[in-house]
């Protein structure tokens, strides 16, 4: 792993004050426009973009017409994301023909395959540059570069990875916020392309992820999330014996009205350290995001899971048995290679013995570079389509039956602001990461607050309720 050194920052920040200065002669502030796809990592890298770009002397705007600098971050995860990020790139290029001083860039997942590489670089001319993931710090290089007319830059992520810190940040809430703990991943589960997009795991020093969060906490930031492909191996690439139970620890006994979540954790990691750490400190959330993916053991090995669903349900009964209120949701893919009838039974069997909160389903998307992409008994589209809908009706079923179970509780909610769907709701998130609605009149301000809610009524995928006295 490469740390970005002071002296390779301070290069970075002269380019940032040499596009200010471009920046500031100009009549009108102009506008810097980011599209994100994927992750909630994504999130967190875009709002690392907004601030580099803050720190440039754009405003962030909300439309592309009213960009100088135009941002795609993309996600490689499966086909359906880049076709969506190609697309909506494909429609920039009437406004760079308009304005040919507009400068187009293309960051994340995506952009760190070969193959993508190539089509961008001949197919799509009025893209600027190409940023990896890992390589966010050199973007004001790029984009200085870009305004003094310099060659396309195509900077891609190397195997093993940068990590910078000290990155100017522009956040998209007060309320809550992503702390990044590590990047990239070691897995190497066979379907999966963030490892080779990504780069190898390395975890942020202990020191800088708890000065990130002390400054947050006095913020009056009150939810935090650690991300990490799985961060429960964070630490072993440093070497020390303190681990992401340790992390969690520490982080919970700091003073502050806050909650703490993180995510993801891979079930061959999730230790017995990590539960009682949770289950001690009421800081941490009643929840738990533990990605299943199969319910096949065949499977589980062809995905190179290295788990079983025995051991699976043991770490569940773990969790339950220590906080019998957590909430448990995972990630069920559909339709992996050679998966039969029988095999996916198994998967629905498991929801049902589980009877997770929430499962994000998705069907198998054939990756470059993946083995799971070469591998025999690809399954047609029609098959992967219907075992997916066969999915969606069993959790479905049980996520509401899992909520009703809510009704008549009083739970702890932090409000966020109006629903997006109806005006005359507030929108908040219980412990457990339930949506939670409630009537907005005369609760506005409470937003950003933690209220107790008395749930009256659940949905599938929300719970509706009322301020309790
Ligand atoms: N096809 C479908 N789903 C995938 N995921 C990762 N790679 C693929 C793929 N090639 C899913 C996994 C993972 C989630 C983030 O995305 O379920 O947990
Ligand atoms: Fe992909 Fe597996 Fe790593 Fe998750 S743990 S990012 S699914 S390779």
């Not at 009682?276 to 190179?304: I, W, Y």
């Not at 949506?435 to 907005?440: D, K, T």
């Amino acid at each position: 792993m490469k740390k970005i050194t002071p002296a390779e920052l301070a290069q970075q920040y002269e380019h940032i004050a040499a596009v200010c200065r471009i920046n500031d002669a100009k009549l009108t502030r102009p506008g810097c426009f980011i599209r994100t796809f994927g992750c909630q990592q994504n999130e967190a890298d875009s709002e690392r973009y907004a601030g580099l770009a803050e720190s440039m002397g754009y405003e962030i705007v909300d439309a592309p017409e009213k960009a100088s600098l135009i941002l795609i971050n993309t996600c490689a995860v499966r086909e359906h994301a880049e076709m969506r990020a190609m697309s909506i790139t494909g429609q920039f290029k009437h406004l760079k023909a308009a304005n040919p001083d507009l400068i187009i860039g293309m960051c994340g997942c995506m952009v760190s395959q070969e193959h993508r590489l190539n089509q961008i670089k001949g197919g799509f001319p009025y893209i600027d540059f190409l940023l990896g993931a890992g390589m966010m710090h050199r973007l004001p290089e790029l984009v200085h570069s870009r305004m003094n007319k310099d060659k396309r830059s195509f900077l891609l992520d190397e195997p093993e990875g940068c990590l910078a810190e000290g990155l100017p940040v522009r956040r998209e809430s007060d309320i809550k916020a992503w702390v990044s703990i590590m990047y990239g991943c070691n897995n190497f589960c066979t379907y999966c392309v963030v490892p080779h997009v990504r780069g190898r795991e390395r975890s942020r020093a202990r020191a800088d992820i708890l000065a990130e969060v002390k400054e947050l906490i006095a913020d009056g930031c009150r939810e935090i999330t650690l991300l990490g492909q799985n961060v429960n191996s964070y630490g072993k690439d440093l070497g020390s014996e303190y681990d992401f139970a340790d992390l969690v620890s520490e982080i919970c006994e700091l003073d502050g009205d806050f909650i703490l979540r993180f995510m993801t954790s891979h079930p061959k990691d999730a230790s017995q350290k990590l539960i009682d750490a949770m289950a001690s400190h009421e800081k941490c959330a009643r929840q738990f995001h533990l990605p299943l993916q199969s319910g096949s053991a065949r499977v589980l090995t062809a995905m190179n899971r290295r788990y079983t669903p025995e051991s699976y349900l043991s770490t569940v009964e773990a969790l339950r048995a220590a906080m019998p209120d957590i909430a448990i949701s995972s990630d069920i893919i559909v339709g992996f290679p050679g998966e039969t009838d029988e095999e996916f039974a198994e998967t629905l069997a498991m929801l049902e013995r589980v009877r997770f909160d929430m499962v994000y389903s998705f069907i198998y998307s054939p990756r470059a570079l993946t083995p799971a992409a070469s591998m025999d008994g690809q399954i047609s589209a029609e098959v992967k389509s219907a075992r997916m809908n066969a999915l969606l009706n069993c959790q479905n079923a049980i996520s509401l039956e899992r909520n009703l179970a809510a009704v008549g509780s009083v739970q702890r909610v932090l409000l966020e602001g109006a629903s997006k769907s109806d005006e005359s709701m507030l929108t908040g998130r219980a412990d457990s990461n339930k949506l939670v609605h409630i009537p907005r009149a005369g609760a506005d301000a409470l937003v950003g607050r933690f209220v107790d809610v008395r749930i009256t009524r659940a949905e599938t995928f929300a719970l509706f309720g009322e301020l309790a006295d």
